[in-house]
């Protein structure tokens, strides 16, 4: 079942963004490399899987970066399979690296 999570927090510590739902925390590590975001890695727990929340959480990092003035270098291959899905948001990322 795909949700809307429009209303979740999105989290941003040292080096993940993240979801807390039910209990549970999803993420991206990242690394910032100047105004490069290296999107480095996806995770969902399990018990989430099959929800929407990695297309969502990808969807409010990508809104971060653009908001922040940011590109994104992508080294996820769920990212990477995401902007292939999602071209508009090609505006952000940084394909020098």
């Given at each position: ?15 993940q963004f993240q979801f807390h739902i039910d209990g549970l925390v999803s993420f991206i590590d990242y690394g910032q490399v ?64």
């Amino acid at each position: 079942m795909t949700q809307n999570y429009n209303e979740v927090e999105l989290i941003k510590s040292d080096h993940q963004f993240q979801f807390h739902i039910d209990g549970l925390v999803s993420f991206i590590d990242y690394g910032q490399v100047g105004n490069d975001l290296m999107l480095i890695h996806t995770e969902v727990p399990g018990e989430l899987e099959g929800r929407g929340i990695a297309a969502a959480l990808v969807e409010r990092t990508l809104a971060y970066a653009e908001a922040s003035g940011l590109k994104v270098v992508p080294r996820c291959a769920y990212i990477v399979a995401y902007l292939k899905k999602h071209p508009e948001w090609n505006r952000i990322v940084d394909t020098t690296r």
